[in-house]
């Protein structure tokens, strides 16, 4: 069993490490300069891929990916927010951008910890994820005691990742730079929101 706890846990952690949507938005959160939106982000992200890693080991998250005008409907509504926080960055003024580096339903821990949790269940590829890793890595008879840990597991590497991100994108040095390039790191990281959006809607409607 506990082989499973770190096989499971070993194909998480690569997964979480690996550039994305939410790596974007925490990284953009946290240079911009609201440590505590970023934490908040962090524990929302975290706190959704257990609810899909949930679903998963349950078997409901099956019976969701066979609704597809669900999974559709989702996947596009999540791409239209990437899309709307990376453009949120390209305003003009450079002290609208300031304003809108948080945007307003995003600032202090409890609205970062929303838009965390909506930007990772906005995004149906997550649950395919989980299928596809419990699938493999972990066989019917594991023990409810390994399946808790799997969980923890999962949770406390998401929380760490990123919480190692935000640290990293807070830190004295990444704040001189965002005060000399921080309009063109706001567009960098509002781009790659965007792109990663599109990708979502493009994959429903194309």
């Known amino acids: 069993m506990l082989l499973t706890v770190l096989t499971t846990l070993g194909l998480y952690a690569a997964v979480v490490i690996s550039p994305g949507p939410n790596f974007a938005l925490i990284s953009r959160l946290a240079v911009s300069g609201n440590r505590s939106t970023a934490v908040g982000a962090t524990f929302g992200l975290a706190f959704a891929a257990t609810i899909y890693a ?5 078997g409901l998250a099956l019976v969701l990916t066979k609704i597809s005008w669900l999974t559709s409907l989702v996947q596009i509504a999540g791409g239209c927010y990437l899309v709307y926080l990376g453009l949120m960055a390209w305003l003009p003024d450079r002290s609208t951008v300031a304003s809108q580096a948080q945007p307003k339903e995003t600032k202090g ?3 970062g910890f929303g838009v965390g949790m909506l930007v990772n269940l906005s995004n149906p590829k997550g649950i395919a994820f989980f299928i596809g ?18 969980l ?4 406390t590497l998401e929380i760490v990742w990123y919480g190692l991100v935000v640290l990293l994108f807070s830190s004295r040095r990444a704040q001189m730079l965002y005060q000399q390039f921080g309009r063109w790191i706001e567009r960098v990281l509002g781009a790659l929101l965007a792109a990663f959006g599109l990708r979502l809607i493009a994959e429903k409607i194309l």
């Open 54 to 58: 949930i679903l998963s080991m349950s």
């Open 133 to 150: 890793l419990y699938a493999v890595a972990i066989p019917p008879e594991t023990a409810l005691w390994a399946k808790l840990l799997i």
């Open 109 to 111: 821990f409890g609205r």
């Open 152 to 155: 923890f597991g999962g949770f």
